[in-house]
């Protein structure tokens, strides 16, 4: 097997793009009188990692210009308490953006919360309709805000274009994989236009479609599941994984779904973090932003 150094394919370059998108159309709107975008969270109990993640929402929203607010139930709230705080929220002209955050309480159905999101405001784009205008190729600010971070990453650097390629996409799930393989094979506006395998736990050789793969995301939540050998020399890898680790001295570090390893055969690589991550933020900000603003920035998945 020939050895290839990759290189990093960082998120920060293409976050600060967007980010500055996002600020000169909340700088426009406020010279025209209109409020800054709104984005509420709902969340049900204190889970550390979701607070964590609100936490890096607010500060990123912050630097922005864009308005933050939570609505915190407690965790053993029933699905009518948790659907009738979207419905209301939902309901108001001074929100924008409304997101749900996981885990839920025991017994509530994630399809009856998401879907109790309105359409407009559904900027995590996790809806059975927001899904269904991913899926019908049009492009709106309501796909989901990882998936749309990717088609950024592969877009934003002509040695990884997928136009022509051929993507192998590891996970089925309704935040990445399954919505992914739909914008990577469109045309039209988003001109992505690439050939899609999309592989899942019941794929009997994962191996076998990866090794042949142009670009590989792999969204699996299995700890360096995707093995140097599994890779084409020179191929995109994408990694959406995220894991933390303790490292020998004590201090907790966080890994993706790639085998480091992988970095002597693959071309490019996203680092974890700072690959998807930081994309992906970044993305939500403008999905908030176009919903507040509809034609105000550019529309993205």
């Known amino acids: 097997m020939d050895v290839v150094t990759s290189e990093p394919l960082r998120g920060a370059p293409v976050a600060k ?30 889970s550390a990692p979701s607070l964590a993640y609100l936490d890096a929402i607010d500060r990123t929203a912050a630097k922005l210009g864009v308005r933050t ?24 002209s001074d929100v924008h953006g409304l997101m749900v955050q996981f885990p839920l309480p025991a017994g509530v159905s994630r399809a009856a919360v998401v879907d109790a999101v309105p359409l407009a405001k559904d900027v995590d784009g996790l809806s059975a309709a927001a899904l269904g205008q991913v899926f019908a190729g049009r492009r709106m600010h ?33 935040v990445v994989g399954r919505p992914l393989a739909a914008m990577l094979s469109a045309g039209g506006g988003v001109d992505a236009d690439a050939t899609v395998t999309l592989c899942h736990r019941h794929t009997p050789d994962l191996a076998a479609h990866t090794r042949i793969a142009d670009i590989v995301v792999i969204a699996t939540g299995v700890r360096g599941l995707l093995k140097p050998e599994m890779v084409k020399t020179g191929a995109t890898v994408i990694d959406v994984g995220i894991h933390e680790v303790t490292r020998a001295d004590g201090s907790v570090g966080l890994v993706g779904d790639v085998d480091p390893a992988v970095g002597e055969v693959a071309g490019l690589l996203t680092p974890v973090p700072g ?27």
């Open 17 to 46: 793009a967007i980010k500055a998108d996002v600020r000169a159309a909340i700088a426009k709107a406020a010279e025209q009188g209109l409020a800054a975008p709104h984005l509420v969270n709902v969340i049900a109990g204190r």
């Open 69 to 92: 607010s939570r609505v915190e139930l407690p965790g053993d709230a029933s699905e009518a308490q948790i659907v009738a705080a979207i419905e209301q929220a939902g309901s108001s």
């Open 142 to 174: 309501v796909g989901p805000a990882t998936a749309a971070a990717v088609v950024e990453l592969l877009m934003s650097d002509e040695r990884c274009m997928p136009r022509g390629k051929h993507v192998v996409i590891a996970g089925r799930s309704l």
């Open 275 to 301: 690959g998807v991550g930081p994309v992906t933020n970044a993305v939500l900000m403008r999905h908030v932003t176009a919903a507040a603003y509809p034609g105000a920035v550019a529309e993205a998945w």
